[in-house]
């Protein structure tokens, strides 16, 4: 484990990945009120107003690093390595954002977005595969609980067929695996406010190219999504996104992932009070299993080495 991941700050990561799952959970909510003004429109507009929003908060963050670490600042906040991990970063949150912004384009549950999206907590220690790493039993173990709850949740009684906005649910939990590892291989080295701005700015201008392409944005059902377009652009991408990356920089991968899936339990929540969504005991017999399976993927059986230890 990085030596940033330890002592007494090792308390302050799972607070704020916490934090960052809560402000996600109510996200789902907005995400489905926004949908049809068009994926990359909804996207590209909140994803530019959070890297906007952190923007004057950058030289602050630098300031008070460098008085903290002095003799570090070179190595520790070079913001031309920051911008670079940024763009990268940003890159990945574009395809993963974007892919679960269309799934509620179709007819799905936020609650069932959200617990799909979850899977990238199981494959995120899966993934250590394809990095030289063994999974130990409780992640294969935790991919077959994943499987059955999908089954459960995806799926009607005697009906094999996934939906469209379950499909691009799947592609979007992959989507955030892979920016969760990014975000772990550049966030020790990299100033983490700088980096999230860099991120949602290259995150943002990549969706407002798209949508100019792709879709014809409409300046009055924009204004009628404001308060949506602005939950999501400042709470959840202006400031869970950032808190994600100070969880991240004092938790190790695998565990910063199993808080913040905590995400799906606060959508069905929230989803409910707000959307007044109701879920079949199938389906909740599925977000069950699916939850389970989560939990495993993070405790190793008879292993003292997490298969999440830091890529």
């Given at each position: 484990?990085?030596?940033?991941?330890?002592?007494?700050?090792?308390?302050?990561?799972?607070?704020?990945?916490?934090?960052?799952?809560?402000?996600?959970?109510?996200?789902?909510?907005a995400?489905?009120?926004?949908a049809h003004?068009?994926?990359?429109?909804?996207?590209?507009?909140?994803?530019?107003?959070g890297?906007i929003?952190?923007?004057?908060?950058?030289?602050?963050?630098?300031?008070?690093?460098?008085?903290?670490?002095?003799?570090?600042?070179?190595?520790?906040?070079?913001?031309?390595?920051?911008?670079?991990a940024?763009?990268?970063?940003?890159?990945?949150?574009?395809?993963?954002?974007?892919?679960?912004?269309?799934?509620?384009?179709f007819d799905?549950f936020?609650?069932?977005v959200?617990?799909?999206?979850?899977?990238?907590?199981?494959?995120?220690p899966?993934?250590?595969?394809?990095?030289?790493r063994?999974?130990?039993?409780?992640?294969?173990?935790?991919?077959?609980?994943?499987?059955?709850?999908?089954?459960?949740?995806?799926?009607?009684?005697?009906?094999?067929?996934?939906?469209?906005?379950?499909?691009?649910?799947?592609?979007?939990?992959?989507?955030?695996?892979?920016?969760?590892?990014?975000?772990?291989?550049?966030?020790?080295?990299?100033?983490?406010?700088?980096?999230?701005?860099?991120?949602f700015?290259?995150a943002?201008?990549?969706?407002?190219?798209?949508?100019?392409?792709?879709?014809?944005p409409?300046i009055?059902?924009?204004?009628?999504?404001?308060?949506?377009?602005?939950?999501?652009?400042?709470?959840?991408?202006?400031?869970?996104?950032?808190?994600q990356?100070?969880?991240?920089?004092?938790?190790?991968?695998?565990?910063?992932?199993?808080?913040?899936?905590?995400?799906?339990?606060?959508?069905?929540?929230?989803?409910?009070?707000?959307?007044?969504?109701?879920?079949?005991?199938?389906?909740?017999?599925?977000?069950?299993?699916?939850?389970?399976?989560?939990?495993?993927?993070?405790?190793?059986f008879?292993?003292?080495?997490?298969?999440?230890?830091?890529?």
């Open positions: 484990m990085n030596e940033n991941k330890t002592g007494n700050k090792r308390f302050i990561g799972p607070i704020f990945c916490i934090t960052a799952a809560a402000i996600w959970g109510l996200s789902f909510v995400q489905k009120t926004g003004i068009g994926t990359f429109t909804f996207n590209g507009i909140r994803t530019l107003i890297g929003f952190l923007l004057p908060f950058v030289p602050l963050f630098h300031k008070s690093a460098v008085k903290k670490y002095p003799a570090e600042k070179s190595r520790k906040f070079d913001f031309k390595g920051t911008a670079s940024g763009i990268i970063c940003g890159i990945v949150l574009c395809v993963a954002s974007n892919l679960q912004q269309h799934a509620f384009t799905i936020a609650a069932k959200g617990f799909i999206t979850a899977l990238y907590m199981i494959l995120v899966l993934a250590g595969l394809f990095l030289g063994k999974a130990g039993l409780n992640v294969w173990l935790a991919v077959v609980l994943g499987v059955i709850g999908l089954y459960f949740l995806c799926m009607k009684k005697g009906d094999f067929k996934v939906g469209t906005g379950e499909i691009f649910s799947i592609l979007c939990a992959i989507g955030f695996a892979a920016h969760i590892l990014v975000i772990d291989h550049f966030c020790v080295r990299a100033e983490p406010v700088a980096l999230a701005c860099t991120q700015l290259t943002g201008a990549l969706s407002v190219i798209c949508m100019f392409i792709f879709e014809k409409q009055s059902e924009i204004l009628d999504c404001a308060v949506p377009i602005l939950y999501t652009g400042i709470a959840s991408t202006g400031i869970a996104f950032t808190l990356i100070f969880g991240q920089k004092y938790t190790e991968p695998a565990v910063a992932s199993l808080l913040m899936c905590l995400e799906s339990v606060f959508s069905v929540i929230f989803g409910r009070i707000i959307l007044h969504d109701i879920m079949g005991p199938r389906a909740l017999l599925g977000c069950a299993i699916m939850f389970a399976g989560v939990v495993m993927s993070q405790i190793p008879g292993n003292k080495k997490s298969t999440g230890e830091t890529v």
